[in-house]
């Protein structure tokens, strides 16, 4: 046998000389200027010239980080204080692009009213809906009208509150301010009530009752949820629109059970005609509700009971969760009075003294920051109250 092998030898050549690295010659950074509260984030972006660039890494750093930090990887930027801080971009070649953030402090709004006077069957002081902004009472309302304000939220520019207006005939009328002008929510032919409002988008949202039967109104347009006799708080979350509240029976003597809507229909409830839920708030996929369970200050969580207070006669009012944190506003009954009370993670924090009867009825986290808007009443006379990191700030009385 014979055997021949061919054997070729295969010889490449490659005559294209390596592409050169392409030097980043610009930076643009968008915005170019931003203005920022304080406890807001903004993330940057950045686009490199010529658009061929080689090394496209960036790394991000400020001017000012005790006013505005950054990430050095992400470029998300954190409001911290305020005041100017530069923002820049920079690539491995040190070419540079810059975004000049401002940050400046929050407005802060609380929503209430000054009791009104009556000497018999006569008004000769009328209950007015109060808005403070940053302490100093604001001058958008009638005070020749008995009105009452239960909630506020602000949306841009734009500040809805929430609350009823007596009418001519002395019956309450569910209303909507914006920006100071009423929108009445109902006729009149009932009393009616709006307690919580909510902006998403261009959508407004709000929570009551029309005769004791919990409504939803979405721009104005009433929606009854089954089984409920109050709707007190509202939150919307991406396309879901939650509601807490109770409904009451006579069967059992008229004792609320605690509600919650999504969408309308019931997703829980107490299991006792000896709860209630006041506030209703979603982080991620979670949903927590703030309440009391047979008269001791209550969170549920996705459903969960968790029991705040060892002490009975405790409620918690409202719940605000950020980050990894929840906070819980309520009060505590303590040695014979009623303590202003936040619950840090379970963790309890007075915020009155103890001397007079007071309570903490909203919870706001701003970064850093956690805001308690309540009450105190000595002799019978109640004065908002707002605390701002537990220490009690001024707001305008008349």
Known sequence: MLIIAALTAVAVSCNEEE????????????PATHTLVVGEKLTLTSELSPAGATDTVVTWSSSAAGVA???????????????????????????????????????????????????????IKNTALRLWKNGVIQPMFDDTKNAWANSVFVSDNDVYVAGY???????????????????PLTDGTNHAEAYSVYVSGNDVYVVGDIAFVATLWINGVAQTLVDGFAALSVYVSSNDVYVAGEERSAEHGFHEKAKLWKNGAVVFSGDTYSTSAFSVFVSDDDVYVAGHDRAVATLWKNGVAQHLS???????????????????????????????????????QYLSDGTKYATANSVYVLGNDVYVAGEEIVGGLATAKLWKNGIEQPLAVT
């Open 310 to 348: 060892d002490h009975k006669q405790s409620v918690a009012r409202s719940v605000y969760v950020s980050g990894n944190d929840i906070y819980v506003a309520g009060e505590e009954y303590v040695n014979n009075v009623d303590v202003a009370t936040l619950w840090k993670n379970g963790e309890v």
């Open 69 to 123: 930090s950054v990430d050095p990887l992400t470029g998300e930027v954190t409001a911290l204080t305020a005041g100017t801080a530069t923002i820049t971009a920079a690539s491995a070649n040190n070419i540079t692009g810059n975004c000049v953030v401002t940050v400046r402090t929050p407005d802060v709004y609380v929503a209430g009213y000054a009791l009104g006077e009556r000497v018999g069957e006569h008004v």
């Open 165 to 183: 207006e007596m009418n001519a005939n002395d019956t309450m009328v569910a209303t909507l301010w914006k920006n100071g002008v009423a929108q």
């Open 19 to 30: 592409s050169e690295p392409v030097a980043v010659t610009g930076i643009t950074v968008s």
